[in-house]
């Protein structure tokens, strides 16, 4: 369908040109404020772990074809690393930008009324906007998914299926894309062009085969290809649930509302209909999907709520139909006046004391945990503690203690293993959650390995739970 036959139509005027530049002016003078003010890393054990893969990357050339690190994330995002934690913020800021931009544009192509409101929406969805203060990659997945969305209604097909070709191996959510475009060509008969879906795992296969051996490495080295989970399961309606601490309470109502109203109109029409395919249907795929994986336990699925960040272009477009709607039932005298309040509740929302809300202090700084972690280093430093390799699960020491985590002269992980193979000066930095929660390491397990405690520390963590660190070193 082409894009000046989808949804409703609105004229064209330079105001509107004007509002998203100030908009993502305001994201960029708002972004380089918390840049500058806070430390934190938007999360302290993928976000850490991904800046790590992109910061050596150069050094160790396999780490571009990780398929765990996102061989796309790493290969782009290595330039900014080398500047530290605070270049892959960066990087995710000017993607944030972008998106902006790009969210507006589509929202123009699907000719809705408003569209530099959309971008608005995205701005000040919570969780959006703070990871964007991370080297987590759902900010760029959001990037490249709306870009190819606008690439797509541009009518720019074969530009627009390369770029969701890649997306797998930025997120394996991409897959999701890929079946949603395919879906997508299908239903408007343009069968020919289903091959360049493949084009992105062509090409890392070809690029990584020297590294895992074989072409099919980026099929058959999936690492959550199994169906079962570490992390357990849950509710069937978690990801629904979830969605309002994501987007906040006025996205939130304005996202169901615009979802109803495409619901009526796709009850009265049919799936040809491009909008409701690209931007609906894959809200739908996206959250149902996860929702099984979380409720069944498989994937390796963690129920985390920051996987929907991969949504959020496509729910502020969904959040600025109910936004049109909602003005539209109201007289056009008091329209104005009715869009400012709700304005004012968009704008305004983050910067309450709801759960859904941004804690400035905690979601921007260190975690207490990372905190306890810097006093334990400093205790290294000051106390002249000689080493010859670490060995610890937590990969932020490998930033603390300017280590090359992937280089195991350097530091070893934490596991059953390594503590049985100890030599002479090696350091063992144990803590509660990367050692006990995903190793499987105990307390009690320490001691069966003949090992002196240095030092101690105990904290109490933002979510009220005791957080324990222990250095030690085989007697």
């Not at 759902?138 to 190819?148: N, S």
């Not at 979380?294 to 929907?308: A, D, P, T």
């Not at 000066?425 to 190793?439: K, L, M, P, S, Y």
């Amino acid at each position: 369908m082409q894009p000046e036959q989808i949804g409703n139509s609105s004229k064209f005027s330079f105001f509107s040109e004007l509002k998203i530049g100030w908009i993502v002016l305001l994201h960029f003078l708002f972004s380089f404020l918390v840049l500058v003010l806070f430390d934190g890393t938007g999360d302290e054990g993928d976000s850490v772990y991904h800046y790590l893969f992109a910061k050596y990357a150069p050094v160790q050339k396999a780490l571009f074809f990780d398929h765990w690190a996102k061989p796309v994330y790493v290969f782009l995002a290595s330039p900014f690393a080398q500047l530290g934690m605070f270049g892959v913020k960066l990087l995710n800021v000017l993607l944030g930008g972008l998106s902006l931009f790009y969210t507006f544009k589509v929202a123009k192509l699907l000719k809705l009324p408003n569209p530099s409101i959309a971008a608005l929406l995205l701005l000040f969805q919570p969780l959006y906007f703070v990871l964007l203060f991370s080297g987590l990659t759902e900010p760029m997945f959001a990037f490249f998914a709306i870009l190819a969305t606008y690439f797509y209604l541009k009518n720019n097909f074969i530009l627009s299926l390369i770029i969701i070709s890649f997306l797998p191996l930025l997120r394996s959510e991409g897959l999701f894309f890929i079946g949603i475009f395919g879906l997508l060509l299908f239903v408007q008969k343009k069968w020919k062009l289903l091959p360049w879906l493949l084009v992105g795992s062509v090409i890392y296969g070809m690029l990584g085969w020297p590294v895992h051996g074989t072409p099919f490495w980026v099929f058959a080295k999936v690492p959550y290809a199994k169906m079962s989970s570490t992390y357990g399961s849950g509710d069937a309606f978690h990801y629904v649930e979830q969605l309002f601490y994501v987007i906040g309470i006025p996205i939130y109502i304005l996202f169901w509302l615009g979802f109803l109203k495409n619901m009526v109109e796709l009850i009265k029409s049919t799936w040809k209909n491009t909008k409701h395919l690209l931007i609906y249907g894959t809200i739908v795929a996206f959250i149902v999907a996860h929702s099984i994986f979380w409720y069944f336990g498989i994937f390796n699925s963690m129920g985390l709520k920051r996987v929907l960040i991969c949504l959020t272009p496509f729910i502020a477009i969904a959040a600025l139909e109910g936004w049109n709607t909602l003005t539209e039932l109201f007289p056009k005298k008091v329209r104005m006046a009715i869009s400012i309040l709700i304005i004012g509740a968009v704008v305004l929302f983050p910067f309450t004391k709801n759960k859904a809300a941004i804690d400035f202090r905690k979601d921007f700084s260190l975690t207490i945990s990372q905190q306890a972690a810097q006093k334990t280093v400093l205790f290294l430093n000051e106390n002249h503690i000689p080493f010859n390799r670490l060995v610890t699960a937590h990969p932020f020491f490998c930033e603390l203690l300017s280590l090359n985590c992937f280089d195991p002269n350097q530091k070893v992980f934490l596991n059953e293993e390594s503590l049985a193979n100890l030599t002479k000066n090696d350091i063992v930095i144990w803590e509660t959650w990367f050692a006990v929660v995903e190793q499987g390491i105990t307390e009690e397990d320490l001691n069966r390995f003949d090992l002196e405690t240095l030092y101690e520390l105990s904290a109490m963590n933002e979510k009220n739970r005791v957080i324990q660190y222990k250095v030690l070193r085989k007697k």
